[in-house]
C-alpha cells in the first residue's frame, strides 16, 4: 500500500534528500519507516487540532485516526488517500497499491498510478 521507494517523481524522498545528513541513504527500510512516520504525525497534528496538546491521548489519537481523512497530497506521495474505520486488524476497504517488476535485472516501477485492490471478502 506504499508507494515505492525509487519512484520517479516522490515529494517525501525529495524533503529527506534535502536535509539528510550523515551515514544512511533513501531506499525501501528508509521509506517505509518515512511513510509510517509521516502517517502517524499527521494523525498527531489532527489530534492535537481537534482537542489541544495538553489533550492528546491514545484514544485522541484513534479518534483522530478514524475522524478524518489522510489524502496523498498531505503524506507527500507516500501513501494512497486513506480513511480509516473500525474494521480489525486493519481496515479492508478500497485498498491501493504501486507496483515493482523487474526489468534488465532491475527493479523498475510498473507507472506512478495506484492500483486498486479487489475486495478482499472477510474471513
Sequence with gaps: MATPDNQETLPVRD???KYHTGAGNWGIAAAQSAYQTLLALRILEQAIAKGGKDAVTGQAMYDAMLGADYGEASLMGSLPDIKFD???????GKLK??????????IATLGNEWLPVPDLPKW
Design 15 to 17: 524533503l529527506y534528500t
Design 86 to 92: 473500525a474494521t480489525a486488524p486493519f481496515p479492508t
Design 97 to 106: 497499491v504501486k507496483a515493482q517488476v523487474v526489468r534488465d535485472g532491475k
